[in-house]
């Protein structure tokens, strides 16, 4: 005799750091195609293998130091890099943490170690920030694909740059903030 199974209850809160740990991989997976573009360099490639998403920052910085891109190229992978450094603290803000019931109300604490010797921090968070931030995270991850095309790719003979995108246009069925 089978029995079907019980169905599960779905989690929203659960789902919602679930979709932040998946867009922080994307991330780390953008980030090491961002770096590809802009220095071809094998043994940096190499280097770039299962480092952390700070670590990858750090090499596109490097990067752009060392390669000779065009000055607003730079300008604008150096703005995608400091939105990737954002949403790497916020990602790690979530998925590091040890969650409580705030003290009042219904809402959802975050508590996380500031080092080991002094302490928590304790920062509020709702599965609408979390789902805010998955979202963020899949639209940067097109934008570093698109700066990175348009310094390199985009401007060899006969290639095209990515156009900007358009107030409205989706992103992996996103709609971005403007």
Not at 31 to 40: E, F, N, Q, S, W
Request: glycine share 8%.
């Amino acid at each position: 005799m089978t029995t079907e199974p019980t169905p599960r209850e779905r989690d929203p809160f659960l789902e919602a750091v679930g979709r932040v740990a998946l867009a922080g991989a994307e991330l780390d997976i953008a980030l090491k195609g961002l770096l590809g573009r802009i220095a071809p360099e094998p043994t940096l490639l190499m280097h770039a293998n299962s480092q952390s998403t700070k670590a990858l920052i750090d090499f596109c910085k490097l990067a752009l130091r060392v390669e000779h891109l065009a000055e607003e190229d730079i300008a604008e992978i150096s703005a995608c890099l400091a939105r990737a450094d954002s949403c790497r603290d916020r990602r790690n803000t979530i998925i590091h943490a040890i969650y409580t019931p705030t003290e009042s109300g219904d809402g959802i604490e975050a508590v996380n170690p500031v080092s080991k010797k002094l302490g928590y921090r304790v920062s509020s968070i709702s599965v609408e920030r979390m789902e805010t931030l998955a979202d963020e995270i899949t639209v940067l991850g097109a934008d570093l694909f698109q700066v990175g095309w348009n310094a390199t790719a985009g401007k060899m003979p006969g290639m095209q740059p990515i156009p900007a995108r358009l107030p409205g246009q989706t992103v992996n069925g996103i709609t971005p903030k403007q």
